[in-house]
């Protein structure tokens, strides 16, 4: 079983930063891409930023020039920096972390979120 756990969350004024971290934790071989997505109330969950096992990284638009993710394979965790949050990144951020888990196969694995929420 593979373990996704998010931080860093938090309250911070437009403007600010928040770095966001997801780190998995359990029985697999290797991680291959991992994204962070947000998803706020009575919306569909939104695709923010994405990294491959590569390093390779693809950005949603409203974000792009904001937000950098980065991996540190040696620590299963990958990062997401956000500068000059908005009002509009208020929402809940999660993380999908698809690895090559030792029992179940490959397959994508979901955290239970981390709430952003940017004042005004």
């Known amino acids: 079983q593979v373990q996704v756990v998010e931080s860093g969350g938090g309250l911070v004024q437009a403007g600010g930063s928040l770095r966001l971290s997801c780190r998995a934790s359990g029985s697999f071989y290797s991680i291959n891409a991992v994204g962070w997505y947000r998803q706020a109330p009575g919306k569909q969950r939104e695709l923010v930023a994405t990294?491959?096992?590569?390093?390779?990284?693809n950005y949603a638009d409203s974000v792009k020039g904001r937000f950098t993710i980065s991996r540190d394979n040696a620590k299963n965790t990958v990062l997401l920096q956000m500068n000059s949050l908005k009002p509009e990144d208020t929402t809940v951020y999660y993380c999908n972390v698809n690895a090559d888990a030792v029992v179940a196969g490959t397959k994508g694995y979901w955290g239970r979120g981390t709430q952003v929420t940017v004042s005004s």
């Open positions: 990294i491959t096992s590569g390093g390779s990284t």
